[in-house]
């Protein structure tokens, strides 16, 4: 009976052209011998994540999900902060999936030396850790998935290598985005205002435009009112326009949704691509 009236709604779903929008219907196809309902894993986002310096992705164990890992610096160094940005994606895409629970552990030499404190939610898709490497060396990331929206599922993994130390593997300079060690001086913590959110609600809300925002919160990075480690203007030609996502990661920032290091992997994209000059 269930089958039935799935089936029956299925035409209207589809008239509406909502099917992307709801958890688990990717898609419906329909040949001579059968009616197949394709199930996808999570709702997903129409948007891609653009590419990273030093990003890794990995399939989970169970083959669920795809896993992309960009540390921040492309080459962490030790006794110094950085960012590990995590990002959950539909299988051979990028396309960030919703409402991901998961656990983030950093090993060496089969020791664990970092775990998050409980499984930790996220709204968008992605989220950011940050940690300081006391030694150099080899590591292993390992992300494990332990809800999609809102639902407890198997718990399935993704490991990744990271090398700490290694200068020589730096990859050189871009014009699309700077891959360039910064200056250890600097503060290496991220530093927003609360009250920058009220210039956000006003973009988040097509009251200023993109060229406004940018100018906005140009000013406050130059002046070190606002303060993202590791982000440098590259030489070159900027990239073009914002991309969506970051917009996106700005209203669940304004929401409250998401923390200040999540919301500054947008404003390091920004400056890394040259939108906003430092």
Do not use: C
Not at 113 to 135: C, I, M
Request: glycine content about 6%; hydrophobic content about 40%.
């Amino acid at each position: 009976m269930g089958k039935i009236i799935l089936f029956a709604i299925i035409p209207l779903i589809l008239s509406l052209g909502i099917v992307s929008t709801l958890p688990f219907i990717d898609a419906l196809q329909k040949n001579d011998d059968e009616t197949e309902l394709h199930v996808s894993y999570g709702s997903y986002t129409r948007f891609e994540i653009d590419k990273f310096d030093a990003e890794q992705i990995s399939t989970t164990d169970l083959g669920n999900l795809d896993v992309l890992l960009a540390p921040s610096p492309s080459v962490p160094q030790p006794k110094q902060y950085m960012s590990l940005h995590i990002f959950f994606l539909q299988p051979d895409t990028r396309h960030p999936i919703n409402h991901i629970d998961y656990k983030a552990f950093i090993l060496k030499d089969g020791d664990e030396v970092y775990s998050s404190s409980g499984p930790v939610h996220t709204h968008s898709g992605q989220d950011t850790v940050s940690y300081k490497f006391l030694t150099a060396g080899k590591y292993q990331v390992k992300v494990s998935v332990l809800g999609v929206d809102f639902v407890d599922v198997p718990v399935e993994t993704a490991l990744f290598s990271l090398d700490v130390g290694k200068v020589e593997d730096e990859k050189p300079a871009q014009t699309s985005q700077s891959s360039k060690m910064p200056d250890t001086t600097q503060q290496t913590k991220t530093k927003i205002p609360d009250w920058v959110k009220e210039v956000t609600k006003f973009w988040v809300a097509d009251q200023i435009d993109d060229s406004g925002f940018v100018q906005v919160i140009e000013y406050l990075v130059q002046q070190g009112i606002i303060v993202i480690p590791y982000a440098e203007t590259p030489e070159g030609e900027a990239a073009i326009g914002i991309p969506i996502w970051i917009k996106s990661s700005a209203e669940f920032w304004v929401k409250g949704n998401i923390s200040d290091d999540e919301f500054a992997i947008g404003l390091e994209w920004l400056i890394n691509n040259g939108i906003i000059r430092v």
